[in-house]
């Protein structure tokens, strides 16, 4: 599991992987969540709305430049990038 707390003067922020949700059942706010966590962590003491208009995410493919690639990693890669 990933953790990463900063403090801002406003309010802390918190990223940890399967932390949000229980954070906010704790009673320290409200969380803005991926539609997949609502299912994998559902919890019926809490409400949970989708927003409207709905948000997107943009994600991105990496790897390390210059370094070997296997056939099938550089094929899946250029499936994905349309190349």
């Not at 559902?42 to 790897?63: E, F």
């Not at 056939?71 to 250029?78: H, I, K, S, V």
Request: net charge positive; glycine share 8%.
């Amino acid at each position: 599991m990933r953790q990463h707390i900063r403090r801002g003067s406003d309010a802390e922020q918190v990223r940890a992987d399967g932390q949000v949700i229980e954070m906010v059942e704790a009673g320290f706010g409200i969380a803005i969540v991926p539609e997949s966590w609502i299912t994998s962590r559902y919890s019926a003491s809490l409400k949970m709305h989708p927003l409207n208009p709905p948000c997107q995410r943009t994600i991105w493919l990496a790897w390390i430049h210059g370094r070997y690639m296997t056939q099938e990693a550089r094929c899946f890669r250029d499936f994905l990038l349309g190349m």
